[in-house]
């Protein structure tokens, strides 16, 4: 399988910065997601990373080392509605799936 | 809008009546996939479709059935429902399967579907 490993929990300030890593098995690794969670709702997609290096989006950006199988998602002047779980995800080269990792969850307090 | 449906949204039943969770998107995606939730193991796969007519096994397809007759459809039936299937379900499409070449990502997920078997 494509074992991802990631913290289970993260507890951060609002207006802070907060780094999520994830680390994975580089055998075959063809891409990485990072997914946004709320309690009982879809995933829903945040970034997704194939070569190494930094990608900004607004206040989420993601980071890949594939030389290393290590992301992060760094997440900038929280918010309150930023708490919910965040997914790591790799896809693997002839393998018809996307794998996940079991997801941190993030709480922001005031 | 684009998007992917799954009715219902929740449901309860008992063991051993059979049932049908549906799945539609409306984006012409060739990949769909059905996933379970359950709290400290993630999203695991149960089964995918690459296009019409074509389905395989994800990592978790014991007591599940799919079928995808037509593009856009691609239900989860269980047969014979236990209450180790109780979990948080979700169809997720793309419009190309993930081990292609084509392959833009990202992976549409359905409002998910909360299943508990008594």
């Known amino acids: 399988g494509q074992n991802i490993d990631q913290p289970t929990e993260m507890t951060a300030t609002e207006g802070a910065i907060v780094q999520i890593n994830c680390t994975y098995q580089t055998s075959g690794f063809n891409g990485l997601f990072w997914y946004q969670q709320h309690a009982g709702e879809a995933p829903t997609f945040l970034s997704y990373n194939v070569l190494d290096g930094l990608e900004e989006k607004g206040r989420f950006s993601s980071f890949l080392s594939r030389s290393k199988g290590y992301s992060y998602l760094l997440l900038k002047e929280l918010q309150m509605k930023d708490s919910a779980s965040y997914l790591c995800a790799a896809l693997k080269g002839g393998y018809q799936k996307v794998t996940f990792g079991t997801g941190t969850k993030l709480q922001v307090i005031p | 809008e684009a998007q992917v449906t799954q009715n219902p949204r929740y449901l309860i039943t008992v063991t051993g009546k059979k049932l049908t969770v549906t799945c539609s998107q409306n984006?012409?995606?060739?990949?769909m996939s059905w996933y379970r939730q359950d709290p400290g193991l993630g999203l695991r796969q149960i089964y995918y479709?690459?296009?019409?007519?074509?389905?395989d096994k994800g990592d978790v397809p014991e007591g599940y059935k799919v079928s995808r007759k037509e593009k856009r459809n691609f239900p989860l039936i269980l047969e014979s429902p236990s209450p180790n299937q109780t979990s948080l379900y979700f169809c997720?499409?793309?419009?190309?399967?993930?081990?292609?070449?084509?392959?833009?990502?990202?992976?549409?997920f359905g409002n998910g579907t909360r299943l508990t078997v008594t």
């Open positions: 984006m012409n995606h060739e990949y």
């Open positions: 997720a499409s793309s419009l190309f399967p993930p081990a292609e070449s084509r392959w833009t990502g990202p992976l549409h």
């Open positions: 479709s690459m296009n019409v007519e074509v389905t």
